[in-house]
């Protein structure tokens, strides 16, 4: 047969736009471009062992590159599976291609086993989702998919690719995906009318999210946070937005309860936001989350999310480094000697508070050596003295991840990623992608012993691509969040604290991660004493093989009890 097919122009296609690795997990709709896969070396095909691994680890190397990642998935059943990796990815913006096949065009009126419309179960979970109907058009929606994926507001996207269409010999041309610019800058009376504004203030607040990591913008907001005299929050992000151990930067607001995130957003007289929306909450606050009066300014690349859920007196669509590089030539060349002596008092008083507060909570971390049962600051205080200065961290620690950042303070952008969009499991694969983009470079996912238990199967996955991602379970026996939100659910509604819930505790039968990694030719070890850390971190950090620490933690659990009431 002449000429190359459908299964294997798609190949090019990818490869033409640098695309080299294929997270999935195979099926039997997908086994011809999988069987073409063989022919282009250049492909790397990651192999997992359910299909929300493949979404999470392409997630890791997609946030940790910057760039379009490819991901293949089975069916309905396969996608089904992948789901809930899939809504993480979209409330992050990760760039990821999904691909997956089907059995055919001539078929899909059958209502066949697998049978589903594809389109739509993806729709709620994608930027994009489509099918490609004929053999002229498979190169140009991939394109079109690409493109869409990688345009800011990124996000993912899914291609339905029929196995009849791919079968049939393909003329397309092969060339690169073009992605377009999206570095506009908002109009000069804009940008100083912002400034006037801001300048004015006697309390600015800055809120960032993953806009300022996506568009490289953290020195021109630093910046401006410095010219402000202005305190700096994280809302909605998963990436560095600004150096943890600047003073100005304050840590964040909620992701779970309102009424943490309030008191923070009605300090200020002028909220400055970019890159994100106010407030990402699960329970938010359903009235006016600023100061009466107060000013907001929101400059944001996504136009959706201006005004989305609350007033804006300056909505500008512009792209962050650049509006805020505008911004800060402005402020400059506009701020009067009085201003500048407010805005260094401001400072001054920030970063007093602020090392006050990191003092105490490092004194109470001191007085926690020698605990028994372990501490997460006893772990975390002897891995910053032995980790290097450029390793990256994959976050998914959860309640166990301010004792981490208050020792591994995030401060080198690409080199922190924290878990964002609700759905647990990402720690492990995300560490995996974020190793494959950086082989050269120490890489350490956390997670929970509920959470690490979604992909655990990621194990086996480093193991086979040889991939020396390194891996710390935080293991207090517990749905541990859950057990902290339901204390706040009694508070709230006056209800006396009890036990937590049978179904939040997790100690009985004790799961031994440390002999499931083994079983996945995972090297580890368990930890269960203080005395035991540093030769366990030492060991994990002697090669570049992948390794997991089973850390043993302080936890609120009764396996008696859970044994007892859950016996049949």
Known sequence: MAGKTGNQKIIEQFLADGMDHMFGNPGTVEQGFLDAVEEYPEMKYILTLQE??????????ARATQKPTLVQLHSSPGIGNAVGALYQAKRGHAPLVVIGSDAGTRYMNMDAQMANDLVAMMAPVTKYSTMVHSSKSVLRTLRRAIKIAATPPMGPVYVCLPMDVLDEINEEEVFPTHIPSTRVLP??????????????SEKPMIFVGDGIAYSQAIPELTAVAELLGAEVYGVEFGDLVMDNSHPLYQGTT?????????????????NLVVGTYMVPEVFPDL???YAPNAKVIHIDLNAYEIAKNHRVDIGVVGDPKLSLEALVVVLKEKISTAQKEKAAARVEEITSLKNKKIAAELDADVGQKGSYPLQ???????????????????????????????????????????????????GFPGAIGAKLSNPDKTVIGFSGDGGSMYTIQALWSAVRHNTGAKFVV?????????????????????????????????????????????SMGVDSVRVEKEEDIAPAIERMLSDDKPFLIDLVLQGDHKSDWVKTNCSQ
């Open 254 to 270: 909620g992701h779970m309860f309102g009424e943490y995130s309030k008191p923070i957003t009605t300090k200020g007289d002028v």
């Open 376 to 426: 997460m600051s006893q772990f975390a205080s002897v891995l910053a003295e032995k980790l290097p200065a450029d390793a990256i961290v994959f976050d998914e620690a959860l309640t166990s991840s301010p004792a981490i950042t208050r020792h591994i303070v995030p401060k080198i952008p690409g080199n922190y990623f924290v878990t964002r969009g609700g759905s647990l499991g990402v």
């Open 52 to 61: 929300s691994i493949a979404v999470m680890a392409a997630d890791g190397y």
């Open 187 to 200: 109009s000069p009376s804009l940008i100083n009318e912002m400034a006037d504004a801001l300048l004015a």
């Open 287 to 289: 009235g006016e989350i």
């Open 474 to 518: 935080c293991n207090n026996g517990s749905y541990k969040l859950l057990q902290l939100n339901i204390d706040v659910y009694w508070k709230e509604r006056e209800i006396p604290k009890h036990d937590h819930p049978l179904s939040f505790d997790l100690s009985y039968p004790a799961i031994r991660f440390d002999l499931l990694a083994q």
